[in-house]
């Protein structure tokens, strides 16, 4: 069975502070899509970035970065000097490979808080 | 682009009511799915429409809840009738068809729907 946990209910800290948000998945898929999506206060989740499981690279965007590591089932997120913009709900989510697969399945999402 | 639109935005109803949302996709985006986002969780999985086709409705409560497809573009999601439980965020998502590949989905804004 898949499942994402994101063990990190709530996190709150300062603007300009470096935050990571936590994900770990199962899956017994040997490849598969790994997200981040944003749900900020207004409701619609905005897509950040998708990894597939063969591509371990890192990667970073502007004051976003992203760890994947297959060894340890874990992509985590990392806001650097983070901004009260970037308080929001943020969840991660894993799919089968396969359109017809490709269901998201979420985490139950972490709750950042900036503040000024 | 356009994204993802949804209406209404937001509904009240009592119980044993029916209610309806629409949704109309990305241009160009075959595959549509509905989610139900109930409060504190991540969204969950309703139902998969490949062009006017239901590729996964698996989790879809059938005795009370209804989507169809008919053109491969719009769809409408029915709740009859409805419970207290159906309270949520019902979120619709397109993505386009990569010919077996899985594609990113992109969310609309919701319909936040509340039965007393």
């Known amino acids: 069975a898949q499942k994402v946990t994101q063990a990190q209910t709530e996190i709150s800290v300062v603007e300009k502070e470096d935050v990571t948000l936590d994900c770990v998945y199962e899956?017994?898929?040997?490849?598969?899509?790994l997200f981040w999506y944003k749900q900020p206060p207004s409701g619609e989740l905005v897509f950040l970035i998708r990894?597939?499981?063969?591509?371990?690279q890192n990667e970073i965007s502007g004051r976003y970065s992203w760890n994947f590591q297959k060894s340890t089932s874990s992509f985590n997120f990392t806001i650097t000097a983070s901004q009260v913009v970037d308080s929001a709900v943020y969840f991660c989510?894993?799919?089968?490979?396969?359109?017809?697969?490709?269901?998201?399945?979420f985490g139950k999402g972490t709750k950042l808080s900036v503040k000024p | 682009e356009a994204g993802v639109a949804q209406s209404p935005r937001y509904k009240i109803i009592e119980k044993r009511q029916s209610v309806a949302f629409w949704c109309n996709p990305i241009?160009?985006?075959?595959?549509l799915y509905w989610y139900q986002q109930i409060l504190g969780q991540g969204p969950k999985l309703l139902i998969q429409?490949?062009?006017?086709?239901?590729?996964?409705d698996s989790q879809l409560p059938k005795d009370r809840f209804s989507a169809e497809r008919l053109k491969g573009v719009d769809s409408t999601l029915k709740i009859q009738p409805a419970k207290l439980e159906d309270s949520a965020v019902y979120l619709c998502?397109?993505?386009?068809?990569?010919?077996?590949?899985?594609?990113?989905?992109?969310f609309g804004p919701g319909t936040r729907l509340t039965v007393l």
């Open positions: 899956t017994r898929d040997t490849t598969y899509y």
């Open positions: 989510a894993l799919s089968r490979y396969g359109g017809s697969q490709g269901n998201l399945i």
């Open positions: 998502a397109s993505s386009l068809d990569l010919g077996g590949l899985t594609d990113t989905q992109y």
């Open positions: 990894r597939n499981s063969f591509d371990e």
């Open positions: 241009s160009g985006h075959a595959t």
């Open positions: 429409f490949q062009n006017n086709g239901v590729v996964d």
